[in-house]
């Protein structure tokens, strides 16, 4: 250690500041994970190979693949397309059009990610709302809340899930079974809520439906080749998702294989020169900045790990909670709710999955492993949606709307999504509750 300091002390440090610093957005968050975990180095609390051991690769490796794929199949114009049909299945009706197209985002953040999501879906619904002339903000509120909810369904829908899969082992089938249900009650309720709040109160003069009803959808998909190709990876790559134990294949390398497959499918008809343009133009696509974010997080984390802080701290757990395992699902679920609406879920998390599995021991061993995943996940992901700065899909639809001249800010959104939070996380707590304690 540098200067003889307890690495323990040292490492905790690190780790405040690191998350004090991206708390206050002053800079980029992926800079300071980066200092963070190139500090953690630098003062000896870990040797450079003990830092690379503590980078969870298949997690890298799973969202740099999911990346690539939306990158290529959203130039096929197949989300604006959808967005459009979706309007239109229920006659331009607003109310009709807050219900499903929040339905849509959920099911589309549960088979992609939440932020790829809403940077797909809220430029068409912009456009729609101003053909109907009614306000955007409720419609934007529903697709963000939807996509951390539908999200919180799969493996591959939120960053905490994957990040929780591939430190836990769980596959894409075990959230499907373990989540979905629970999920689909909460995004049932928000739907309810949102209708009393704003779509009964949600009207469009007549001429205005049907300029929404004269939309050509179809005009939206700019490349049926690609539309095909995309559509063909993607299910083979869910199907590979499904499979993965019974093949032998983890996520990480499923992705990625998919996403190489899509790029060769996407330049076969391309000289050299253009396909190089091509390719180059999908790397840029992809969020270099939240990639990064996790390389320097994951050091970070790990050399709280090595200096046996996360241990003491999961002792002072255990002590609080007498070794109950259900005070324990609880105290994870809405610690890890309040606290993701409070920072960013991911830090969070990655903290809190080697506490998790060093309390596991204490409340009965790897039986009561499952259900403290549950927890932590259902808890991080939708406490997510309490405010503004709780989920990065809420601060790109932020942008998004400020950008277009629409209020969006922190107090409009959390005064409305922090009880709706709530109420989510005590739908959850009940599931736990029946289904697991």
Partial sequence: MLFGLNPSVVATTILVVTYLLVIADRFDRSIIALLGGGVMIASGVLSQQEAIRGIDFNTIALLTGMMILVAIARRSGVFEYLAIWAAQRVHASPAGILFLLAVVTAIISALLDNVTTVLLVAPVTLSI???LEVAPFPFLF???MASNIGGTATLIGDP????????????????LIHLLPVIVVVMAAQAVATHFLWGRALHARPAARAAVMAMDAVSTILDRRLLNYS????????????LARAIGLEPGTIALLGAAALMLLDNLEHHREAQTERITATYGDIDWITIFFFVGLFIVVHGLEATGAIGALAQSLVNGVGGNLTYAVFVILWASAILSAIVDNIPFVAAMIPLIKAIAPSLGGDAALPVLWWALSLGACLGGNGTLIGASANLTVAGIAQKNGIGFGFLAYSRIAAPLSVISIVICQIYLWLRYL
Avoid: H, Q, Y
Avoid at 160 to 175: K, R, T, V
């Fill in 160 to 175: 905490p899930n994957i990040m929780i899969g591939s430190a836990a082992g769980l596959s894409f089938n075990a959230f």
């Fill in 142 to 144: 529903c697709e963000v």
């Fill in 129 to 131: 709302a101003k053909r």
């Fill in 231 to 242: 559509l063909i990876v993607m299910a083979l790559v869910l199907l590979a998702f499904v």
